[in-house]
T-cell receptor, first 113, second 113 residues
Framework: KAGVTQTPRYLIKTRGQQVTLSCSPI?????VSWYQQTPGQGLQFLFE???????NKGNFPGRFSGRQFSNSRSEMNVSTLELGDSALYLC????????????FGPGTRLTVT | AQSVTQLGSHVSVSEGALVLLRCNYS??????LFWYVQYPNQGLQLLLK??????LVKGINGFEAEFKKSETSFHLTKPSAHMSDAAEYFC???????????FGKGTTLSVSS
C-alpha cells in the first residue's frame, strides 16, 4: 500500500504571498491531520478533517485553513505569509475511527523570505 | 488537558549500549500513547503504540516501551543501540476525541561507535 504523499516537498515564498500544500492519504483512510514543525515550537496540531468535515482545529490564526475532498485528499492554505510560517508541514492520515494511529507523509518544507 | 514531557533533549549512547528515552504523560482519562521516530529530512515513522491492551508494548526495529500508570511514564527502550538508530524520537498522546496528537519536544539520540 502506498504511503502518505505530500506535494510539493520544498517551497520558497515571499512574505505576503499565499501557499497551498497538498496531501494524499493512504488508501482507505478517511482522516487527514496537519501539523506544523518548527525548531522553537516543536510539533503543533493545525487541524483534522474526516469525510470532508473539519472535526478539530488547533490554536493557529485564521490565515491557516484547509479542506478535504471526497476522495479524502486534503489541502491546506496559508494566506498572507509571515517569516514565522517557515516550517516543515506534516500531513498524517488514519482510519479516523477512535484513537487509531496516524501515519505521516514526508512533509513540505516551506521557507518564507 | 493532556500533555507529554520528554526528559532529556539529547541522549548519547555507544553502539551496543542500552537505549532509554524517557516520556511522562498527563491525562485525566486512560491515555493512548505513541512513540514516533524522525530521521533527517523525513516525516515521522510510528515505532509503537499503547492502547491499554498490554503494559509492555513491542514495536519495530527492536524497540519496546512499558506503560506504568503509577509513574505516569511510557519510556522507550532498546537493548542494543545501532548506528542506524540515530534520529529524533517523539512521544505523543492522542486527544480524547482521537483527532489530534499532542507531542513532546523530542529527544535526539546520538549513537557513537
Amino acid at each position: 500500500k502506498a504511503g502518505v504523499t505530500q506535494t510539493p516537498r520544498y517551497l520558497i515564498k515571499t512574505r505576503g504571498q499565499q501557499v497551498t500544500l497538498s496531501c494524499s492519504p493512504i488508501s482507505g483512510h478517511r482522516s487527514v491531520s496537519w501539523y506544523q514543525q518548527t525548531p522553537g515550537q516543536g510539533l503543533q496540531f493545525l487541524f483534522e478533517y474526516f469525510s470532508e468535515t473539519q472535526r478539530n482545529k488547533g490554536n493557529f490564526p485564521g490565515r491557516f485553513s484547509g479542506r478535504q475532498f471526497s476522495n479524502s485528499r486534503s489541502e491546506m492554505n496559508v494566506s498572507t505569509l509571515e517569516l514565522g510560517d517557515s516550517a516543515l508541514y506534516l500531513c498524517a492520515s488514519s482510519l479516523g475511527q477512535g484513537k487509531d494511529e496516524q501515519y505521516f507523509g514526508p512533509g513540505t518544507r516551506l521557507t518564507v523570505t | 488537558a493532556q500533555s507529554v514531557t520528554q526528559l532529556g533533549s539529547h541522549v548519547s549512547v555507544s553502539e551496543g549500549a542500552l537505549v532509554l528515552l524517557r516520556c511522562n504523560y498527563s491525562s485525566s482519562v486512560p491515555p493512548y500513547l505513541f512513540w514516533y521516530v524522525q530521521y533527517p529530512n523525513q516525516g515521522l515513522q510510528l515505532l509503537l503504540k499503547y492502547t491499554s491492551a498490554a503494559t509492555l508494548v513491542k514495536g519495530i526495529n527492536g524497540f519496546e516501551a512499558e506503560f506504568k500508570k503509577s509513574e505516569t511514564s511510557f519510556h522507550l527502550t532498546k537493548p542494543s543501540a545501532h548506528m542506524s538508530d540515530a534520529a529524533e524520537y517523539f512521544c505523543a498522546v492522542i486527544n480524547q476525541a482521537g483527532t489530534a496528537l499532542i507531542f513532546g519536544k523530542g529527544t535526539t539520540l546520538s549513537v557513537s561507535s
